[in-house]
């Protein structure tokens, strides 16, 4: 069980680049989820996967934003034309299928610095 | 819509005191309750979960919960505080209901010290 990772850990872009996340979940998770964490705040909810179907996504993902699964596996979420706003820890989770409560197996972040 | 407060963004203790974190939900139905703890530049590590079973729940190191729904409140505690507990803590709260996405809803978390 190698857990939840995140590539990479740390990325620093200039303001109007695009970046890319990407997220591997614990194996034969089916449930994936992305957060995004402010200094000082609580991670927030950003979408939701079940295998590669995107399921909710919240009003905080902009039109900037996309995220994808596309076998249900890996995740990536994508940002374009950064925005110094955009600084933030992303998150990723992971949870199985079925079972009465969502545990979520967090993954170390990616840490995204917008100069 | 659901929510979570946490009372305190810091506590402080010795080391050896008690621990006490506090977390109020609002939500219309009953909903499973987590607590995470994040040490720096980490991710979210479980402590302990409620799903409705029983009300007092033990974690990992030493941490228990207890679920009062009267006050609608799920506080964390630890009888005697370790050096290693400083990190910061968070309270989530996730939907239960059929076809809920189980997404975590958190509070802004509450930043723990232990003095020596």
């Known amino acids: 069980d190698t857990g939840v990772s995140q590539n990479p850990r740390h990325k620093i872009t200039k303001r109007g680049q695009n970046v890319t996340f990407r997220c591997d979940p614990i194996?034969?998770?089916?449930?994936l989820y992305w957060y995004r964490q402010t200094l000082g705040q609580g991670p927030e909810f950003l979408t939701y996967?079940?295998?590669?179907?995107?399921?909710?996504k919240s009003r905080l993902l902009s039109d900037r934003f996309s995220a994808e699964r596309p076998k249900g596996s890996f995740s990536t979420l994508e940002i374009q034309r950064t925005e110094q706003g955009d600084s933030a820890m992303y998150l990723c989770?992971?949870?199985?299928?079925?079972?009465?409560?969502?545990?979520?197996?967090f993954g170390p972040g990616t840490r995204l610095t917008v100069l | 819509a659901q929510s979570v407060t946490q009372l305190g963004s810091h506590v402080s203790v010795s080391e050896g005191a008690l621990v006490l974190l506090r977390c109020n939900y609002s939500?219309?139905?009953?909903?499973?309750l987590f607590w995470y703890v994040q040490y720096p530049n980490q991710g979210l590590q479980l402590l302990l979960k409620y799903t409705s079973a029983a009300t007092l729940v033990k974690g990992i190191n030493g941490f228990e919960a207890e679920f009062k729904k009267s006050e609608t409140s799920f506080h964390l505690t630890k009888p005697s505080a370790h050096m290693s507990d400083a990190a910061e803590y968070f309270c989530a709260v996730s939907p239960n209901y059929g076809g809920a996405t189980n997404k975590l809803i958190f509070g802004t978390g509450t930043l723990l010290a232990v003095q020596p």
């Open positions: 996967f079940q295998n590669e179907a995107q399921l909710e």
């Open positions: 989770a992971s949870s199985a299928r079925g079972g009465s409560y969502n545990e979520q197996f």
């Open positions: 194996s034969e998770h089916n449930r």
């Open positions: 939500s219309s139905v009953p909903p499973y």
